[in-house]
């Protein structure tokens, strides 16, 4: 099989299959993520392991009508399911999540949104997913970083590099952080810097709480709307409704 190049010239595609290999050995393409189903699985029984998690930590934890839609996808998430649904942002109706971007979980302050995560992650470690990052296979797992404590890193350390090329992460409480840390007279948007780095990247997954909604006014005027177009485009969008579950 042969290709014509725009002067006309032949180009085969073997050739063409050398060179796309040599690009990815060098970085030069957008990289990607590879992602394993795991369908041997109830998803009533996995609310059930996830209720019996929740409960291991506080014994008030509960699956109910607030939380339950998000639960139940974030397992099918997990699972890699194609059946899983996230939130329209706009209209707040379930559409066809995407199993290759990450998660965003809005929600009132004590509603559970830190404990989804937290609980989440406990489930995957559990089962031992697998994921694949270019061409590295490793275990679908993660760590949580509170949005304070990465611009705390910021301003103990001119830097949060690490955080933006890492494969997974977890931010929980973003919009709580300061606006502006300062290193040694430099001042940064951290949170911004950090979303809008991670948005150029194509072989990273991220996972955030907030208590914002991803497509709400006070996102925009916090990180500007590109950071809030970016966000849409990373994660997938889901809501935990109710009152603060930390006060019944």
Known sequence: MEIKNEKGQVVHTNHISRLIEEMRKRNILTNSITRYQYLQYDVEESLQLIDAIGKSRDPKFVIDDENRFTYTNLVKWIHCDTTAQCLDPETRQPIPAKLKRGIY?????????????????????????????????????????RADDICSRFAETGSIDGLKKVNVIGIQDLGSEPSESCYMGNRLNVMRNLIEARGDLSNTLTFITSNIPINHKLL??????????RLSEMCNYYEIRGIDRRKL
């Open 105 to 145: 979980i809005a929600g009132n302050t004590g509603t559970g949104k830190s404990w989804a995560l937290e609980i989440i992650l406990a489930y995957a470690k559990a089962y031992g997913f697998r994921i694949k990052f270019d061409d590295e296979e490793t275990r679908l797992s993660w760590v949580n970083h």
């Open 220 to 229: 925009i005027e916090q990180y500007n709307d590109r950071v809030a177009s």
